[in-house]
């Protein structure tokens, strides 16, 4: 939905959402954490609710008339080019977000292997020092939110995994990306024909609806 607004042109509905929010999600923590006294639990359901609202809110916006010429309701078309779609995202999913797919385009390999280089091990280094701050000071890190002894001591147990979790995604999350520039034009004849089903409901009828599809898929 968020590229669907920033096609549209209406970045400034999406800081007016966000911005109401985090209002309610203040006034909500307040609430249930300070006041009902529910805490860590209170604050988990709060978040929780928080983001619900946001994609809620910004829903509404979209299917209640703002855009006539971009949404004109839910179709069955929207699943007519599902497999592309599926495909398109595999192949997403181990691309690198660091210009990669340009350059591939541009068939300049030595800039590609380059820039994947640069890319796992700036990633990979800055993960190791976080790994191991967070390994030293595993005890220490919970008197940071917490003053309930039992609470502290149980949550030094996490420290472990939490530190294999900040060495994976160090890596795993730079080797992921999106398809983009020459290179989504060399793989597939017609990058725009893959789109996910809401950006074909949004997309399925009217000059604003081509539009963002095809920025959409620029964007790819």
Same mark, same amino acid.
């Given at each position: 939905? #968020?590229?669907f607004?920033q096609a #549209?042109?209406?970045?400034w509905?999406?800081?007016?959402?966000s @911005?109401?929010v985090?209002? =309610?999600?203040?006034?909500?923590?307040w609430l249930?954490?300070a006041?009902l006294?529910?805490?860590?639990?209170g604050?988990a359901i709060?978040?929780n609710v928080?983001w619900?609202l946001?994609n809620?809110? #910004?829903?509404?916006?979209?299917? @209640?008339?703002?855009? *006539?010429?971009?949404?004109? @309701?839910?179709?069955?078309?929207?699943?007519?080019s599902?497999?592309?779609?599926?495909?398109l995202?595999?192949?997403?999913a181990?691309m690198?977000?660091?210009?990669?797919?340009?350059?591939?385009?541009a068939?300049h390999?030595?800039?590609?292997r380059?820039?994947?280089?640069v890319?796992v091990?700036?990633?990979?280094a800055?993960?190791?020092?976080?790994?191991?701050v967070?390994l030293?000071?595993r005890?220490?890190l &919970?008197r %940071?939110?917490?003053g309930?002894?039992?609470?502290?001591?149980e949550?030094t147990? %996490?420290?472990?995994l939490?530190?294999?979790t900040?060495? %994976?995604?160090s890596i795993q *999350?730079?080797l992921s990306?999106? %398809? @983009?520039g020459? =290179?989504a034009r060399h793989?597939?004849?017609? &990058?725009h024909s893959?789109?996910d *089903?809401? #950006?074909?409901?949004m997309?399925?009828r009217?000059? =604003?609806?081509?539009?963002?599809?095809?920025?959409?898929?620029?964007?790819?």
């Amino acid at each position: 939905m #968020q590229k669907f607004y920033q096609a #549209q042109s209406r970045v400034w509905v999406m800081t007016l959402i966000s @911005g109401a929010v985090v209002g =309610a999600h203040a006034l909500l923590s307040w609430l249930v954490v300070a006041r009902l006294g529910r805490g860590i639990v209170g604050a988990a359901i709060v978040g929780n609710v928080s983001w619900w609202l946001m994609n809620a809110a #910004q829903f509404v916006y979209i299917v @209640g008339g703002s855009f *006539p010429e971009a949404w004109t @309701g839910f179709s069955r078309k929207a699943f007519a080019s599902l497999g592309g779609f599926i495909k398109l995202s595999l192949a997403s999913a181990v691309m690198l977000c660091v210009r990669v797919a340009n350059e591939l385009g541009a068939k300049h390999p030595k800039a590609v292997r380059f820039s994947v280089v640069v890319a796992v091990i700036t990633s990979a280094a800055i993960g190791l020092i976080l790994t191991l701050v967070t390994l030293v000071a595993r005890k220490q890190l &919970p008197r %940071l939110f917490t003053g309930d002894n039992l609470l502290a001591r149980e949550t030094t147990k %996490l420290g472990y995994l939490l530190a294999a979790t900040i060495s %994976l995604n160090s890596i795993q *999350p730079v080797l992921s990306g999106n %398809l @983009g520039g020459d =290179a989504a034009r060399h793989d597939f004849a017609d &990058p725009h024909s893959f789109r996910d *089903p809401l #950006q074909d409901q949004m997309g399925e009828r009217g000059y =604003a609806g081509r539009r963002a599809v095809a920025s959409l898929g620029r964007k790819r």
